[in-house]
């Protein structure tokens, strides 16, 4: 309910105070227009929940779901973003071996470009894995900047930039801008 609607309510990290604005829309439609098959889009669904609590089960309940809704939809590019972060964040919790983790991780990034060249957060996923499994950090720079540049409002982008790139390259005054962080002085 309200996906639709024209106004956000957003809790910054750290904040209890909520804020309002409008509803970023991107370059094109939500993920549910882009899911071609309505199983695939509840198979992804299914395994977002999965991915977000971070334990050896759930991850591979996850990628199992992932998986299975891009064979139901080899073009739902959103899924192989997905795919894509599971086995990032496998690498990075010490889930799965981490050169092989990643290097999944990009195979779901170029899945997920091939399918979607315009999906902000697969450019980001190609970011992520630019800088940590390759140290390309110039073109993991140039991902983000396509990130951004394709909808910064997405919290998912500035946060990735802000973790894997800026921070690991001692700039942290830019990884605190891009997360809303305070930086005390």
């Known amino acids: 309910a309200g996906v639709d609607d024209p106004v956000e309510i957003v809790l910054p990290t750290g904040s209890y105070l909520p804020q309002f604005r409008l509803r970023s829309r991107g370059p094109g439609p939500d993920p549910r227009a882009r899911a071609r098959d309505a199983q695939a889009y509840e198979l992804y669904l299914r395994g977002r929940k999965q991915l977000n609590a971070t334990g050896p089960d759930s991850m591979a309940r996850a990628l199992a779901l992932l998986h299975g809704a891009v064979e139901l939809d080899p073009a ?94 001692g700039r942290l005054d830019e990884a605190a801008q891009d997360t809303g962080a305070l930086v005390e002085a």
Not at 85 to 94: D, L, N, Y
């Open 76 to 169: 739902f590019a959103e899924a192989s973003v997905a795919i894509a972060e599971a086995h990032f964040v496998s690498a990075i919790f010490g889930l799965a071996a981490p050169a092989d983790a990643l290097a999944a991780a990009g195979r779901g990034a170029e899945a997920a470009l091939a399918a979607n060249p315009g999906l902000a957060t697969a450019h980001a996923q190609m970011g992520r894995v630019l800088a940590a499994r390759d140290h390309d950090f110039v073109g993991a720079e140039a991902a983000f900047d396509r990130a951004m540049a394709l909808d910064p409002e997405q919290p998912a982008v500035p946060q990735a930039r802000a973790m894997c790139f800026l921070a690991p390259l």
